[in-house]
């Protein structure tokens, strides 16, 4: 595994500039990373890159991620947006 998907690395990175951000991304990690697969974790990686508005209004369900790998994520991360994406 590379070091970009060790969990501590993941967990640097869920923290965000909003505390709201971080206790969802960091509760995210702690409750899915042991069951994730490479590939889930290289595209939970990914999806940190964005911006924290960005990642906030799509885990509020003001906006749809265009990219199906993103919707998923966000769908995995806040499964109450189920409906809306």
């Known amino acids: 595994m590379s070091e970009r998907l060790k969990k501590g690395y993941l967990q640097w990175r869920c923290r965000r500039g ?10 995210f990690m702690d409750s ?3 069951q994730m697969s490479d590939e889930e974790l290289i595209e939970f990686d ?4 964005n911006q924290d508005t960005l990642l906030w ?4 369900g003001h906006l749809i991620p ?3 790998n ?3 994520l ?3 991360i ?7 994406v």
């Open 18 to 27: 909003t505390k709201e951000l971080d206790v969802i991304l960091i509760r």
């Open 32 to 34: 899915h990373y042991e």
């Open 46 to 49: 990914r999806l940190l890159d």
């Open 57 to 60: 209004d799509w885990f509020c």
């Open 66 to 68: 265009e990219n199906e």
């Open 70 to 72: 993103d919707k998923q």
């Open 74 to 76: 966000v769908h995995k």
């Open 78 to 84: 806040n499964p109450k947006l189920a409906d809306k």
